[in-house]
């Protein structure tokens, strides 16, 4: 049920919503704001139609205007963001601490909020959440690592790894995941029209938003073929379906490690149209 209503006394009958329905599914037929039933289920579920509302008028899918964050005046500031974005690093050392319950559980629900294809929502976020929990991962990865090795079945182009396992065994030397206390792996069904582009933009937001409370990322992509090629047997355990594509995987935690400055890797490369 879309339960899209309408609070009459507040509706100046502009007609937004209903203009910048992406699937046109709202109509004025009758003075206010309506939608059929049959046309109820084309709604993808944007909510576009009551974040644009001048007066908080309209409420759809239980979302009610008033626990919304009002925009005007509570965007940053364009230069700040420059420099988040420009600021941000790939983070190798961590502190051997766990984040805050709360602080992780907003960093994802923030995360989520990150632009589907068709607006399907289909990310799944599977995330180890505890430092000891990871140290466990973390140890049935390189035994299942080392299991492939002494079978010879580690493919030529995975070659690397055996020198990681090998340093992990011999000196601890953990290459695989920096150390970090929590892992990030997201996915998405292969039935959704973007799968592993939904799972790319989601975790650029989660690092973005993370880098802005001080908490550092790595894109991890050792662990991603380790998990999704090398020792399938590790999505088991993070409890992912068979029919999920794995995006890829993050590695996250309060860094052990501080950045003076920006650095600069422009002028962007562009290829302007002519007409």
């Known amino acids: 049920m879309l339960q899209f209503k309408i609070a009459k006394e507040k509706c100046t009958q502009c007609g937004l919503c209903a203009r910048d329905c992406p699937v046109l599914v709202i109509n004025m037929d009758e003075g206010y704001p309506g939608m059929t039933a049959e046309k109820a289920a084309d709604c993808i579920k944007?909510?576009?139609?009551?974040?644009?509302?001048?007066?908080?008028?309209?409420?759809?899918?239980?979302?009610?205007?008033?626990?919304?964050?009002?925009?005007?005046?509570?965007?940053?500031?364009?230069?700040?963001?420059?420099?988040l974005i420009k600021g941000r690093r790939s983070v190798r050392q961590y502190r051997d601490e766990n984040l805050e319950p709360?602080?992780?559980?907003?960093?994802?629900?923030?995360?989520?909020?990150?632009?589907?294809?068709?607006?399907?929502?289909?990310?799944?976020?599977h995330v180890i959440d505890d430092k000891q929990a990871l140290a466990t991962f973390r140890g049935a990865t390189?035994?299942?690592?080392?299991?492939?090795?002494?079978?010879?079945?580690?493919?030529?182009?995975?070659?690397i790894f055996a020198d990681f396992v090998k340093l992990w065994q011999e000196k601890g030397v953990d290459i695989l995941f920096r150390g970090a206390p929590h892992l990030l792996v997201a996915t998405a069904s292969r039935s959704c029209p973007t799968p592993r582009e939904d799972c790319l933009i989601a975790l650029s937001y989660f690092e973005l938003f993370a880098q802005s409370l001080?908490?550092?990322?790595?894109?991890?992509?050792?662990?991603?073929?380790?998990?999704?090629?090398?020792?399938?047997?590790?999505?088991?355990?993070?409890?992912?379906?068979?029919?999920?594509?794995?995006?890829y995987v993050m590695a996250f935690g309060r860094p052990a490690v501080q950045y003076r400055c920006t650095i600069e890797c422009g002028p962007a490369k562009v290829v302007r149209f002519i007409a």
């Open 102 to 125: 709360e602080l992780l559980q907003r960093l994802l629900d923030v995360a989520w909020h990150a632009p589907t294809g068709v607006n399907m929502r289909g990310v799944q976020f």
């Open 142 to 159: 390189y035994d299942g690592l080392a299991r492939l090795i002494e079978a010879g079945q580690l493919s030529a182009n995975r070659a």
């Open 214 to 247: 001080d908490v550092g990322t790595v894109w991890n992509g050792l662990a991603k073929w380790a998990i999704d090629e090398l020792v399938p047997e590790l999505k088991l355990r993070l409890g992912i379906p068979e029919d999920h594509l794995v995006g």
């Open 46 to 83: 944007c909510q576009h139609c009551l974040a644009i509302c001048p007066t908080a008028a309209l409420s759809i899918l239980d979302r009610q205007p008033e626990d919304s964050q009002l925009l005007k005046g509570n965007f940053p500031d364009p230069d700040q963001l420059e420099t």
